[in-house]
């Protein structure tokens, strides 16, 4: 278990509206991703962050945005859903000793009407 | 760019039977190169990983080994178990900044008594 929760677990949203997906680490661990999982396509990164307030764009960024005030908390926002935005979230942390092994968490249903 | 390409899904077989889910990357240079697993309900784990060309990962039974020669990383197991019922990803590792992974589309692998 590497301590990480993701919130809510569910979400029905309709399109237009504002929302935002909270990842929560209680590991302390200086890197954190989003991405999203679609069939056909794997996972793919949307957004990382490389410490507090500092955070980049992934793969697919467009449409989402990102913040990060605390080590613990990565916050993932779709300012307008979009129906094509209907997916899992997935959040993972890496460590700076071993970036290469990211560990995930539970994930995000999100469905957008 | 950087790619991983999986076989196809789904995959079917009875309990004991060998199991061989082929990967091939693209990559510039020598990345390391993983395979993550999902269990119905669940985030993605680490299974198994090589770091450089011919190393051989391990996990649970599961092998793969890195081949240079042919960019290909495909995962083996001599004798599947009900359990192994999951969906595989086949992934590998690009440093932009932080290090990031890029995912193949899943092998969903279904294993019956």
């Known amino acids: 278990d590497a301590g990480i929760t993701q919130s809510p677990r569910h979400k029905v949203t309709e399109t237009g509206t504002p929302v935002t997906l909270r990842c929560h680490q209680t590991e302390n661990h200086r890197y954190m991703y989003w991405y999203r999982q679609d069939p056909g396509h794997g996972l793919r990164l949307i957004h990382y962050s490389y410490g507090v307030k500092d955070t980049d764009k992934g793969e697919v960024s467009d449409g989402y945005s990102v913040s990060r005030s605390k080590t613990e908390d990565f916050l993932l926002t779709l300012e307008s859903a979009t129906s094509s935005q209907t997916s899992v979230y997935f959040c993972?942390?890496?460590?700076?000793?071993?970036?290469?092994?990211?560990?995930f968490g539970p994930g995000t249903r999100l469905l957008v009407l | 760019g950087n790619s991983v390409t999986q076989m196809e899904g789904p995959v079917t077989l009875s309990e004991e039977a060998f199991l061989t889910i082929n990967c091939t990357y693209t990559a510039t240079g020598y990345p390391s190169l993983f395979w993550y697993v999902q269990y119905p309900g669940e985030g993605l784990q680490l299974l198994l990983k090589?770091?450089?060309?011919?190393d051989k990962g391990s996990n649970k039974g599961f092998e793969a080994t890195y081949r240079k020669e042919t960019t290909s990383f495909h995962l083996e197991k001599g004798s599947v178990q009900v359990s192994d019922s999951a969906v595989y990803f086949c992934a590998l590792i690009i440093i932009q900044g932080a290090q990031k992974l890029v995912f193949g589309q899943g092998t969903r692998l279904t294993i019956n008594p």
């Open positions: 090589a770091t450089k060309a011919d």
């Open positions: 993972a942390i890496s460590e700076t000793g071993d970036q290469e092994t990211q560990y």
